[in-house]
């Protein structure tokens, strides 16, 4: 009688698995296009530019999150 429980509990996780991965992928497919459509091919340059500095070390200090904002703005435009 327990190992059919188990099973019936165990059926249950894994159609609740195939049901969430679906809707992962749906949200995922969703902010992928909508972020696709949002970021221009300069600022994925720029950015790319960005983290190829960290990986050899370099990097940038910001005093405030002002701070921090004005760089990000900088780089959009």
Same mark, same amino acid.
Do not use: H, N, R
């Given at each position: 009688?327990?190992?059919a429980i188990i099973q019936k509990e165990l059926k249950k996780v894994v159609e609740t698995q195939k049901r969430f991965e679906v809707e992962l992928n749906i949200i995922k497919k969703a902010? !992928? =296009?909508h972020a696709f =459509? =949002?970021?221009r091919? =300069?600022?994925l340059k720029k950015?790319? &530019?960005i983290d190829a500095e960290m !990986? &050899?070390?370099k990097g940038i200090k910001f005093r405030s999150r002002e701070e921090l904002k004005t760089y990000f703005d900088k780089l959009r435009s």
């Open positions: 009688m327990t190992t902010i !992928d =296009e =459509e =949002e970021v091919p =300069e600022y950015l790319a &530019q !990986d &050899q070390g």
